[in-house]
């Protein structure tokens, strides 16, 4: 693809905006790092009340309502970003975020060639490194299995374990 110019955009609910981004920037490669929507819920309500001043936890007493909540609109998101993917095929490019954490070479290969960045291996190694120097990864994969109680996680499955088995991972 070759990329010349890069923008990043990490609002995940930015990802529903993709067909206007492409009205806009018709040439644009997308790249949609997902996650295990489940992790995602636990970072999300943590997240949210570490900044929250009261407000957060008034309107989600509880986790599992937020995450069921937050569980539909992970839905949504991936959902949008996956048709964009499929009518774009030549300009969409998904990573798990776990992969980026469990085998970073693979990903970060498969985004080179995405971006028509080149195979040097020496050269993907040295910009993981500067990466992860500068931002480092702060997922941890698996956390949800600390955090859901047996009602979250029936609805989640419910709710999205189609797609949770579509992107790999396990229940």
Known sequence: MGVSTCIVEKTPEHVLGLEILNRILPEAGIVHVVRDRRDEAVSAWEFNLGISRGEFPRQNPTFSGFAKEFGAAWSRSVGAAKTFGRRHRHRYLE?????????????????????????????????????????????????????????????FLRDGGELLKLLGYHQ
């Open 95 to 155: 990573i798990r975020g776990e992969d980026l954490v469990d085998n970073p070479d693979v990903p970060v290969a498969s985004l080179f060639d995405f971006a028509g960045l080149g195979h040097d291996e020496d050269v993907r190694r040295y910009c993981m490194d500067l990466a992860w120097d500068d931002s480092p990864l702060d997922i941890e994969p698996g956390i949800w299995q600390t955090s859901f109680d047996d009602d979250a996680h029936t609805a």
